[in-house]
């Protein structure tokens, strides 16, 4: 798997790649200095070279990797959202809303945390 769409194309179910892609779309579209790279078979968007989010499908949801430090720091927001979580991701069931403006935060949060930042992860 090479490219964002290798990725894509591998989700079945129709209305689950439209939502995915929706997602993928908003963040290019919001973000366009933000790298696209496939690390681990897992779409990834980076800042020179470090991770700022992950994104991934599975049957029901979609899992976004903002890295632990931001999980914490946007966790009541995360619980407030109604989506569940682990110390890493939190996942948006396909038949949730997404809520772009905690997304927004996390990202925006990323990008300035880790600028100049050397390493892929925190």
Partial sequence: METFQ???DTIDD????KQFEEVIDWID??????????K???PMYTMDDTFILG???????????????????????IEEAGYSFTS???RIKYS????YNLLKKMIDYNIEDKKGYQKFWR
């Fill in 40 to 42: 681990w078979n897992t």
């Fill in 55 to 77: 994104i991934d499908s599975a049957k029901r949801h979609m899992s976004i990797s903002p890295e632990g430090k931001t999980i914490g720091i946007y966790k009541d927001e």
């Fill in 88 to 90: 890493g991701l939190y």
């Fill in 29 to 38: 579209l919001n973000y366009p200095d933000l790298s696209k790279v496939i």
């Fill in 6 to 8: 290798d990725y894509i």
């Fill in 14 to 17: 129709i209305a689950h790649r």
């Fill in 96 to 99: 949730e809303t997404v809520d």
